[in-house]
């Protein structure tokens, strides 16, 4: 398989705002949020399909997932946050996490994406990760 942004990220070639990292996965902010917060959580692995991941890859990327959006319901006082697995656009598998502040359908959220400001999101990435640990 060919490298993919995520790897990119991933090994330093590209800059993200990690908020989360450890032998699986990483967590980082996404830079075309349609909310505040909007996070990805990403094996190394780059695998396309999420149910060809290894069972403990797989097991582990919601159990991180669950932890960042406990972080993300604290931290942005939201309602909820949503969760979206993805892995068409980029070819590798990744869990988007949609941080709610309002009961507002996450369809209609989704088309809403727009280029962060980096230092909003260095400032937010570093708070997050603080409370992560």
């Known amino acids: 398989m060919s490298e993919t942004i995520f790897?990119?990220?991933i090994n330093g070639d590209i800059p993200g705002h990690f908020i989360?990292?450890?032998?699986?996965?990483?967590?980082?902010?996404?830079?075309?949020?349609?909310?505040r917060g909007q996070s990805?959580?990403?094996p190394k692995q780059p695998e396309p399909?999420?149910?060809a991941l290894p069972e403990d890859v797989y097991q582990h990327l919601f159990l991180v997932a669950k932890r960042i959006s406990t972080v993300l319901?604290?931290?942005l006082d939201t309602v909820r946050t949503c969760l979206v697995v993805e892995?068409?656009?980029?070819?590798?598998?990744?869990?988007?996490l949609y941080p709610m502040?309002?009961?507002?359908?996450?369809g209609a959220i989704m088309q809403?994406?727009?280029?962060?400001?980096?230092?909003?999101?260095?400032?937010?990435?570093?708070?997050l990760k603080t409370q992560l640990g």
Do not use: M, S
């Open 87 to 96: 892995g068409f656009e980029v070819p590798h598998t990744h869990i988007k």
């Open 40 to 42: 990805l959580v990403i």
């Open 73 to 75: 319901d604290t931290e």
């Open 7 to 9: 790897t990119k990220i």
């Open 101 to 106: 502040r309002e009961e507002t359908p996450l």
């Open 49 to 51: 399909y999420v149910f």
């Open 112 to 127: 809403q994406q727009t280029e962060a400001n980096q230092a909003e999101l260095a400032t937010l990435a570093q708070t």
């Open 20 to 35: 989360y990292e450890d032998d699986t996965c990483v967590a980082i902010l996404d830079a075309f949020p349609a909310v």
